[in-house]
């Protein structure tokens, strides 16, 4: 008999659950952020926000390889590379999904690091970003004011992955 492994985390599945549910309210809250801080200021606070998670992915690593050199090299080389990328983006909002899917990617692989089948728990991982990605967008296109877009899963998707590099770079 095959025993299956379930090696997500509550912690995994509850931001799973807060990626797909806050579709149905981001519109409304970078709205209101845009009346009362204005565009300017929503752009300032999403680049504070992805500056202090790509740093705080960055000390995640660092800590758990000790500060070595080239493994500080590495992260900062992949912090200042997503970044750069994302603030490249032209939906405010989507910058903020992609660092939502890196600390996904980053949590679904912390566990599944954790249990003894690790490179089938790892595939786990991508499909279970894939799943929240999938039904994020699919929760949208019921919606009235928002849309499915297979690029947004991908985006999706490249936002897991960085988060995986974060959690298996220095090991």
């Known amino acids: 008999m ?3 492994y379930f090696f997500v985390s509550k912690g995994s599945v509850c931001l799973g659950i807060f ?9 409304q809250v970078s709205e209101f952020l845009k009346f009362h801080i204005g565009e300017g200021g929503l752009r300032l606070l ?21 500060f070595l050199p080239k493994t500080a090299l ?30 996904l990617g980053y949590l679904v692989n912390r566990d599944a690091g954790k249990v003894p089948k ?13 799943m929240v990605s999938f039904l994020d967008e699919g929760f949208q296109k019921i919606l009235p004011y928002r849309v499915f877009d297979w690029r947004d899963i991908l985006f999706n998707i490249l936002g897991g992955l960085w988060g995986a590099v974060f959690y298996w770079l220095p090991r």
């Open 2 to 4: 095959r025993r299956v």
């Open 19 to 27: 990626i797909v549910a806050s579709a149905s309210f981001m519109f």
């Open 46 to 66: 999403i680049g504070f926000l992805l500056i202090s998670g790509g740093l705080f992915f960055m000390a995640l690593v660092l800590r758990r390889s000790n």
């Open 74 to 103: 590495i992260t900062a080389g992949f912090v200042i590379g997503g970044l750069v990328l994302v603030w490249r983006m032209r939906i405010l909002q989507e910058r903020i999904h992609i660092l939502e899917y890196a600390l």
């Open 118 to 130: 690790r490179k089938t728990a790892v595939m786990g991982a991508y499909i279970f970003v894939f």
